[in-house]
């Protein structure tokens, strides 16, 4: 006797009659279709569908960060599914391409239709700016409300939820300060490295000094090396890096700092592959949200110049101060400051060479 198998069906599987059935047109409705609106809908879905991708992996990522120790093949995941977000973001800001071959005039079709319909009210990318780390005394705000005011229910109470708990950036900091290079032995990074910079300082003003300048130009070269020396200073000494948290210039603790470095520094290190590629995956995630912001200003500038937002913004001008305060991992991508050339570069006792050439349990 034949036993009969159950198959799945395409169109059933991805529920595509839910799906294409999802195109609703207000402009139809209204009495005269606008035929961009068809684009304008299906290409803010995708938007949707693809954030709801990002949110998959980034609370994949945070519940491997938050398991109290962290392997490396867990690191490798992690590099692989940041890997992944990066390159789903290139693909939202090519969209923006897509979208832009509506006109102004075709938009102006159908855009009264929308109001107050805005991208504020979009719940899953407000999501995903609070679970990296973007919480609210960090946003610039619009009309004196709170960015979740646009919500209601279990969707805003979810908003509300996530401002009080630890953020990927959080996470990443404590698992920073947890990576145990910083003093092993007889080996104090800090203190090595500090000599370094100051033996590169020194060099560079001795350079000077024997070149063919005139005294005003060495003088002026010496005083920006020593300025450069000042910043270094502020950055090896704990103390003042706490005021700077303080007051808001920094947000990446100490600890965090230097493992941070640390990680850039020694790269080439078998153990210390993953999280370089791990810091370099989040700096480039920030800076591709950050193209996003940025392309998605330039389209409502050639679409919009002025006009004010549909959600009651200041439209464009809204936009533009969100491109320059709503960064993340700005700290991260700063240690390339930091950076010193390999030549300066303190030599690893062997014993730590060969822990760094292992897996090491972090």
């Known amino acids: ?50 954030f709801k991708q990002i949110l998959h992996e980034i609370e994949s990522i945070m519940d491997l960060f938050k398991e109290e120790k962290i392997d490396e093949s867990s690191v490798g995941v992690v590099v692989r599914r940041m890997d992944r977000v990066n390159k789903i973001m290139t693909t939202l800001v090519g969209q923006l391409d897509i979208l832009e071959t509506m006109t102004s005039l075709d938009f102006l079709d159908f855009r009264d239709h929308l109001s107050p319909a805005s991208g504020f009210q979009s719940h899953q990318f407000r999501k995903l700016e609070v679970m990296l780390g973007l919480k609210i005394e960090k946003r610039h705000q619009f009309g004196g409300c709170p960015y979740h005011s646009q919500f209601e229910g279990e969707k805003k109470e979810e908003i509300l939820d996530l401002e009080e708990s630890s ?30 910079v100051n033996e590169m300082l020194d060099k560079e003003i001795a350079g000077i000094k024997d070149a063919n300048l005139t005294e005003e130009d060495k003088s002026l070269r010496i005083r920006m090396i020593d300025e450069n020396r000042k910043y270094f200073e502020r950055v090896l000494d704990e103390k003042i890096h706490k005021e700077a948290i303080e007051s808001g210039e920094t947000s990446l603790s100490y600890k965090a700092t230097m493992s941070a470095l640390l990680i850039n520094l020694y790269r080439d290190q078998p ?48 936009l533009k101060k969100t491109v320059d305060k ?37």
């Open 1 to 50: 006797m034949s036993e009969k198998t159950s198959s799945v069906h395409y169109i059933n599987y991805l529920q595509l009659n839910k799906i294409l059935d999802a195109q609703g047109l207000i402009s139809d409705k209204e009495g005269k279709a606008a035929h961009e609106e068809m684009l304008f809908i299906i290409i803010h879905q995708t938007y949707e569908l693809w």
């Open 167 to 196: 953020s990927l950036f959080n996470l990443v900091e404590k698992w920073l300060e947890r990576i145990p290079f910083l003093n092993m032995g007889d080996f104090d990074f800090s203190q090595k490295y500090e000599g370094a």
């Open 271 to 318: 153990i210390l592959h993953l999280p370089y590629q791990l810091l370099r995956g989040l700096v480039e995630m920030d800076h591709k949200i950050l193209t996003w912001r940025f392309r998605h200003v330039q389209m409502v500038e050639k679409m919009l110049g002025q006009k004010i937002g549909t959600g009651g913004s200041s439209g464009q001008g809204y």
């Open 326 to 362: 709503h960064k993340l991992f700005t700290d991260l991508a700063n240690i390339a400051t930091l950076m010193i050339s390999r030549s300066y570069l303190p030599e690893l006792p062997q014993n730590i060479k060969d822990t760094l050439g292992f897996n090491y349990t972090k």
